[in-house]
């Protein structure tokens, strides 16, 4: 049999634990342990410290850049690929069995936003704002190699310079696409940061 003051013995300690994992974690005043099973001993105060255990390291902290600093699907953390990674990207998509495809958009239009998308409303629950750029051509049926897709980003970019262009695949048995990303972006962008920039 358990007595009202063990119980509440036990009920103290176990709040006397919580509370000291919670301040240890936020760094703020160090609480030790009771010396006894009375609930009239007080607690002993060791240390109490500031919020920031160490000053360095605050100053260590990175802060996002908010400006100027937007992404583009897989990839976009990334500096821009160079035409050696983006055929080995299209190789990988070979290997899967799944079909290129490149699809442009000009700067204006290639993010989504209220003054370049149509808002359909609550009955279309599945639209998605922006989504789908003008296709360059037909997909790539009977492509084979990287370089052929190389040529095709070429011509895109000659035809349409200051458009932003991503090459996307399909998957024919799923009916779907699997994976998009940048090969071209406008030389008059100012929405790319270097890696480097990206926080302040």
Known sequence: CITVSQQFSRIFYNTFILTNMSCAMLNKTVVAAPVSNKSTVRPKVLAKTGFVANASTSRQMMVWQPFNNK???????????TDEQISKQVDYILSNSWTPCLEFAASDQAYAG????????????????????TMWKLPMFGCTDGSQVLSEIEACTKAFPDAYIRLVCFDANRQVQISGFLVHRPPSATDYRLPADRQV
């Not at 209220?114 to 750029?133: F, H, K, L």
């Open 71 to 81: 992404m583009f699907e897989t990839f976009s953390f990334l500096p821009p690929l």
């Open 114 to 133: 209220n003054e370049n998308c149509i808002r359909m409303g609550p009955v279309a629950s599945t639209y998605q704002d922006n989504r789908y750029w």
